[in-house]
């Protein structure tokens, strides 16, 4: 299995090079050449697999470069009830008929990221200890994806990390998941803007071909492709799980911001799974609900970046939606570079209402979307526990209230749960007027030593930092 760069770069790269890289060398993001085809007689032999033996005969599809028995080995290290709390490791909770929650934050950090970093944590040290190297990990957080890369990548050998977040617009509890952490490998730095500013600084740094070889930086972000290969794996267990036969569709809705979460589940449509729609659910942020409205993808400035209840979506420029895009256009990689390096970098936007194949996205991927805003939130949070006693966080909340409009008769719809209450803990207290339920290990948080350094959103003063702290 090789890999190509979304913006058409002539390298054809194996897996674990694009494990260890990131962001292609033209600023691209990295896909397979073809996506492998899953069909009825290979659904029907996975179905009833557990999780981590399901996990494997996805990445086998995709990972050609570990041998076999290796590849298991990591799933089965990863994918425990211990880590993940329950046998099921994602299971499904029925709501009511034709409506499901897949359960997907039962993790260390008690959120969906969880699901993929894990087994990243677990690749790097793997390949690392392969090839005898080290690697500097670079990332970017609007709140869940820097405490699950943490909890994965802390005391790994060979590993660090240097994981930037927007200046106090994470709930107090993901601060303090990270900024509480001691241990010497990880490195926590806020920056003085909001999360597409972390984003692009990650992407500045990562383009800076030199400062990326010399320092060896990685990334944990969903550009990387592993991540999002992590997470197809859910698409099928969840699937599994609704249908009792390979002929069944189901819809799912994925709360989304910057568009990995589901992406992964175009992925797996693409390879034959058996999905009709694939909702995408945003908040006031709305840059993703817009373009699959209208055609057209804005990115709005930080400061027309809202800060809203559900903070883990408050994106505006969804890094993954170029490898939709790059789909979209036939795989046409210069036709993606014009529109994401050239029109986005000089006038904001691009508009592709005029395309054909725009025209027909709905019908041949399955996209739909909506919007949900704070009010709809403390509402559906509100309904959903007075109706079926189910305590929801913000952004499943924002996924539930679209679904509800998407719904089909005789197709199970399956939400995809964003994190446990507990992370954002004020505004489930201000819709149901009680605080949810904390896990024990988490216990006073908030109140632990912190170790964080506040920097000014700006590449240079970040590799600074960087160089400063790799010995």
């Known amino acids: 299995m090789h890999y190509v760069s979304t913006r058409g770069h002539a390298d054809r790269k194996r897996f674990c090079e694009i494990l260890l890289e990131g962001l292609a060398p033209d600023g691209g993001l990295y896909l397979p050449e073809q996506y492998p085809q899953v069909d009825a007689a290979t659904l029907q032999k996975w179905r009833g697999l557990s999780y981590a033996e399901l996990a494997f005969e996805v990445l086998s599809l995709y990972v050609d470069d570990i041998p076999a028995a290796d590849l298991k080995a990591i799933c089965n290290k990863t994918y425990t009830e211990e880590v993940f709390g329950t046998q099921a490791i994602v299971p499904l909770k029925k709501l009511e008929d034709g409506l499901y929650l897949e ?96 984003q692009d600084i990650v992407k500045a740094v990562s383009n800076d071909l030199a400062f990326k070889r010399q320092y060896k930086i990685g990334t944990v972000n969903s550009i990387n492709w592993a ?161 079926f006693g189910t305590m929801i966080d913000t952004h499943t909340a924002d996924g539930v209230k679209v679904a509800r409009e998407q719904l089909q008769p005789g197709v199970p719809m399956i939400v995809l749960e964003t994190a446990l209450p507990i992370k954002f803990a004020a505004t489930i207290e201000e819709a149901l007027g009680q605080l949810p339920t904390r896990p024990a290990k988490f216990e006073g948080i908030e109140a632990l030593p912190k170790r964080v350094k506040v920097l000014p959103a700006d590449a240079a003063v970040i590799k600074r930092y960087i160089a400063d702290n790799v010995h």
């Open 103 to 198: 359960a997907l934050s039962n993790g260390p950090t008690l959120a969906f990221k969880d699901m993929a970093m894990q087994l990243l944590g677990n690749l790097f040290e793997y390949e690392l200890a392969r090839r005898g190297e080290e690697l500097n990990i670079l990332g970017a957080t609007s709140g869940d994806t820097g405490s699950a890369a943490e909890y994965a990548m802390r005391g790994k050998k060979g590993v660090r990390v240097f994981m930037t977040s927007p200046n106090g617009r994470m709930s107090p509890f993901q601060q303090a998941q990270m900024f509480s952490l001691q241990d010497e490998n990880i490195h926590n730095i806020a920056v003085e803007g909001v999360f597409d500013d972390c």
């Open 227 to 387: 991540r999002l290969m992590a997470q197809v794996v859910y698409y099928f267990a969840g699937y599994f799980q609704a249908t009792s036969n390979n002929t069944d569709k189901v819809n799912f809705t994925v709360p989304s911001g910057n568009f990995g979460n589901v992406c992964a589940g175009h992925v797996a449509r693409m390879m034959g799974l058996p999905i009709g729609k694939l909702v995408v659910a945003t908040n006031e942020n709305d840059v993703l609900d817009e373009f699959f409205r209208t055609g057209v993808y804005r990115v709005r400035s930080s400061a027309d970046t809202h800060e809203t209840s559900s903070p883990s979506m408050d994106i505006s420029k969804a890094s993954n939606f170029e490898r939709f895009v790059f789909d979209l256009l036939g795989r046409d990689g210069g036709k993606t570079k014009a529109l994401f390096h050239d029109q986005l970098g000089s006038q904001g936007f691009f508009d592709l209402s005029a395309e054909a194949a725009f025209k027909s996205a709905g019908q041949r991927y399955g996209f739909v979307s909506g919007k949900s805003t704070h009010a709809d939130r403390l509402a559906t949070i509100r309904d959903t526990y007075k109706r």
